[in-house]
């Protein structure tokens, strides 16, 4: 609240002496382009600039022309404003900045600009179940979200403006209304809420602007924008009309806008849009702003009516205000620059004036209701696109439904509820009296999209505001051979900006079909997508930034390696141990001392993070076959098998081990960063295209902690811990598994190694996972085992030539390519990937290959995305461009080789085994010798201890 005397408020030339839905007691001072400006709590930020006769707000996007405000809410196409403070927003329309405290913002000509600082405002998200959601709480909305409320449903009403009425918010029947609606427990009722997608299964995305809270001392962390998701059973859209305006030429001028709007900005925010204000229309609704307007003062010196004749109570209310009726006639041009001087008329004559408001009928917002899918048609009558058919479960009332009268739109908001209580299977509550209103029936509008004058003036005659599009770009599109009003909206980019054509999109079409000499219907309009209007991404991200930009999973014992010092790695969101330094070892130091504790005495690995999917029914064996390249139904219980998935192109998408449990019962294990991808790829092709298999899937990811112990005394480990359990080589084989207990608690250890050693996957419930992972720890003591991190176990696994998914492949690869062709089936019919194998490009003998490099030097570790090329003779790098044979996909330096090695997809590279290539690195080149992928244990002697 601004706390400026009184005395000295700066003035507001065009705010009337009283009126208007603003708070008058509470003043609020704001900064517009430099300039410091009074309004009053309940402005926006248009109506406050228009109170101190602010005609030019920014320039257009194209041509630099002034433009000003065109309408006084969602509808309005020139308005743009950045905003500064107290809060930071790159472009929104000045008509729904709500004016707040310390507000301060400047014109934009259709680019913003990105704000260099951080956003510390909060974006919420919440979600509703309603049996009802009633978007528009003007008079139909209003009326069905009642019945709907008084039959005991739980509803939801969501409205875009501040307050609820529609285009009569102080009515006494709307307060009556409001009053009821929010004395009932089970009604939910939202203001500033603009419902911008609507989807499959009463699915709507809504966003609530709550920017009227802050200040500049607003603390930060205040909520300034939430997106409520709702899951409604029924729904109700009542979401009114948007004017349309009548195209001539300089109808961009400021001081041209729509009709309603000027009897919006006087009714609403006690503003008065102009001194001398010309009303230019083709339909009667135009008339209650020039009445209005001449009642607060404004000069109205004419109502220009393309219709012939005017209705005569029209005619008597016009001629007792002293306002002339030009029937038949049409406004040509507008003059002007940075504020409309005149105007020409068809008639030959002019006259002068610093506004004219125009109408040329009413647009229905069938935005949400064509999103679900809903048929609009044009009704040559009402001169506008209604909406036709039906949509399931959803129901289109009031103004959106083409509804002309306040009686008219509360019958249909009562006709809405009806059909919706009945959808719900609950009677509709006892009938009582709609609101009694006395009102006029008005008369046809006219069909008038654009009035011509010469050929020179229509590329004066803008159709798109905010792109700068014309009738001339119109025809000139139609010149070019578009005849698609989708096409045209293209190639002259209308509709495209931030209000998506709402006053411009019917216009185009009705232009279109003239100029095509077809109906309009026949044009039809351009596709109506979400969101309605513009939605910042930080509403959308909600909370999801910094800290909070991706969910953090953490195993069941991440406090103990926090305890240990581990430094962590992001992957598939959860937090996993890289490394455990000691005494300032880096990375690498604390790498190499890890890998020769594996491979020469005992390590543990927290592998909590693997996806765990159990596979369950009559038909999983035959389901999982067709998932993986290998056989899954020939697995005996208690045997364990490595796998790979394909996608529907042959290339690899994940791998991993699975455990047969029983016949009818697996447990697969995927990448960490897989594990979610692997589940939606099962319930996708379950669903879509094997639905009469009998398999079902749960994710067990977070219900089990995996503990890999690994290395010649892991066997030590493991049978003291596990005393019931041999593990000798004779009764626990490799790929096997086997069931057992620790104190009481079900434990499954499976013979698995990722390292080419001994090893043991030791398989808990989570909710035990710190007791084993501690006694596993206490065991080890006397063999020092040692914990170690996912560098560690990138480096045993690299030295067995085992393949990171991901890292070493990029969607381009085989498992033919990775030297895998034995675990590609022949024997059967079908697998997802299997026919593209059969492609000539599959076997090309260019293929990249995974093969081993091992630098010559003995001493260069190669950076990992390093680029291969052929052997260079004279040790220098080859002019540009340098044909690339592969790639470096990982590499370390190895403490059992005691030099570094890699692993590289090199072009051909199995038949270039034993030669030598180049790697650039910087401005030299280090040789590498191409070798197979298995630097360590080749024989694989050491798998069994």
């Known amino acids: 609240m601004s706390t400026t005397d009184p005395k000295s408020t700066p003035a507001q030339p065009f705010r009337t002496g009283a009126g208007g839905r603003i708070d008058r007691s509470t003043p609020i001072d704001f900064v517009f382009d430099g300039v410091t400006y009074r309004g009053y709590a309940g402005d926006t930020l248009a109506s406050a600039l228009l109170a101190n006769g602010v005609r030019v707000v920014t320039t257009s996007v194209n041509l ?43 014109g934009v000509p259709g680019w913003g600009k990105l704000s260099s600082t951080v956003d510390d405002a909060r974006y919420d998200s919440l979600h509703h179940h309603p049996d009802v959601l ?4 003007g008079a139909a909305g209003l009326m069905a979200a009642l019945h709907c409320a008084r039959a005991g449903a739980h509803v939801l009403l969501v409205d875009e403006r501040s307050e609820p009425g529609g285009r009569t918010p102080g009515a006494g029947w709307v307060a009556e209304a409001v009053a009821e609606l929010d004395s009932h427990p089970h009604v939910t009722r939202l203001t500033r809420t603009i419902a911008f997608g609507a989807y499959d299964d009463g699915f709507v995305l809504a966003v609530q602007h709550r920017t009227d809270h802050l200040g500049s001392d607003a603390p930060a962390h205040l909520s300034r924008q939430r997106v409520h998701r709702i899951r409604a059973r029924r729904l109700v859209l009542a979401t009114g009309a948007h004017e349309r305006p009548i195209v001539f030429a300089g109808n961009d001028v400021p001081g041209v ?44 010196p004419a109502v220009v009516d393309v ?91 009031g103004a959106a439904a083409g509804s002309t009268t306040l009686g008219d739109s509360l019958a249909d908001g009562r006709r809405g509820a009806v059909a919706t209580l009945a959808g719900l299977g609950m009677a509709p509550p006892e009938l009582r009296a709609i609101p009694r209103v006395t009102e006029r029936i008005p008369a046809a509008p006219a069909v008038c999209w654009y009035v011509p004058d010469s050929p020179d003036d229509d590329t004066l005659s803008f159709v798109d505001l905010q792109r700068d599009a014309t009738v001339a770009d119109i025809a000139r599109a139609l010149g070019a051979g578009m005849r698609s009003v989708e096409h045209v909206k293209r190639y002259t980019t209308i509709g495209t900006g931030h209000d998506q054509g709402k006053t411009s999109g019917i216009v185009t079409s009705g ?20 969101p309605y209007t513009p939605v910042t991404f930080a509403a959308l991200a909600g909370r999801d ?129 897989n594990a979610a991808a692997v589940l939606d790829w099962m319930e996708e092709w379950h669903q879509t295209e094997w639905p009469d298999l009998r398999v079902w899937m749960t994710s067990l990811t977070d219900q089990v902690a995996t503990f890999p112990v690994v290395g010649p005394r892991s066997r030590d480990v493991v049978g003291t811990v596990f005393p019931d359990l041999d593990v000798s080589n004779d009764a626990f084989g490799f790929m096997t598994w086997r069931d057992t207990t620790f104190r009481g608690v079900p434990v499954r250890i499976g013979r698995i190694s990722f390292s080419g050693e001994l090893a043991y996957e030791v398989n808990v419930g989570a909710g035990y996972a710190q007791a084993v992972w501690q006694a596993l720890i206490d065991a080890g003591e006397p063999h020092a085992i040692t914990p170690y991190g996912t560098e560690t176990m990138h480096v045993l696994r690299a030295e067995k030539g085992y393949p990171i998914i991901g890292q070493d492949t990029d969607g381009t690869v085989t498992p033919h390519d990775l030297g895998m062709s034995w675990a590609v089936s022949k024997k059967k019919p079908d697998f997802i990937g299997k026919r593209s194998f ?108």
């Open 511 to 530: 232009i279109v079909a003239e100029r095509l000499g077809i109906p309009v219907n026949d044009a039809g309009t351009t596709t109506f997508r979400p």
């Open 134 to 137: 009633v978007v528009g709480a």
């Open 257 to 300: 806008m729509l009709a309603g709007a000027g009897g919006d900005y006087l009714s609403r925010y006690g503003v008065r849009v102009g001194r001398t204000a010309v009303v230019f229309t083709a339909c009667d609704s135009a008339y209650t702003a020039a009445f209005a307007l001449v009642d607060a003062g404004v000069s109205v």
């Open 838 to 945: 059969a492609r000539e490009s599959a076997t090309a003998p260019d293929r990249k290959h995974l093969v081993g490099l091992l630098p010559v030097d003995g001493s260069t570790r190669l950076p990992e995305g390093s680029q291969i090329i052929s052997h260079r003779v004279d040790r220098t790098l080859p002019p540009p461009p340098v044909p690339m044979l592969g790639h470096v996909t990982s590499s370390y330096r190895s403490a059992e080789l005691d030099r570094p090695f890699a692993l590289a997809l090199v072009k051909g590279g199995r038949d270039l085994i034993g030669s030598r290539l180049d790697v650039p690195i910087g401005d030299t080149l280090c040789e590498v010798e191409i070798t197979t992928t298995v630097f360590v244990d080749a024989e694989g002697a050491r798998r069994d201890g």
């Open 307 to 397: 219709r012939p004749a005017v209705s005569a109570d029209l005619g008597e209310n016009a001629r007792r205000r002293g306002i002339p009726i030009l029937a038949g006639t049409t406004v040509i041009r507008a003059h002007g620059t940075d504020a409309v001087t005149g105007i020409d008329l068809s008639d030959g004559s002019s006259l002068v004036c610093d506004t004219v408001l125009v109408s040329g009928g009413w647009n229905p917002a069938v935005h949400l209701w064509s999103q679900l899918r809903g048929t609009i048609a044009f009704d040559d009558r009402a001169a506008t696109f209604l909406p036709t058919g039906t949509v399931s479960k959803t129901e289109i009332v």
């Open 545 to 673: 930034r910094g800290d909070r930009y991706d969910p953090v999973r953490r195993t069941p014992i991440h406090d103990w390696h926090v305890e240990r010092g581990a430094v962590f790695e992001d992957v598939g969101q959860w937090k996993r141990p890289r490394y455990y330094p000691r005494g300032g070892e880096d990375m690498h130091d604390a790498a190499l001392r890890e890998c020769a504790s594996v491979r020469t005495g005992v390590g543990i690995l927290d592998g909590s993070t693997l996806g765990v999917i159990d596979v369950a029914g009559p038909d999983a064996p035959a389901f999982l076959d067709l998932l993986y390249t290998n056989m899954m139904s020939t697995l005996a219980v208690g045997k364990v098998r490595y796998g790979v998935m394909c996608g529907a192109d042959g290339m690899v998408f994940d791998d991993g081990t699975v455990m047969r449990i029983a016949d009818d019962r697996y447990t697969v294990y995927t990448t960490t960063g």
């Open 64 to 106: 630099g022309r002034p433009r000003g405000v065109t309408g006084a809410w969602a509808e309005d196409a020139t308005a743009q404003v950045g905003i500064d403070a107290p809060f930071v927003e790159p472009m929104v329309p000045a008509t729904t900045v709500a004016l707040c405290p310390g507000l301060v913002a400047h």
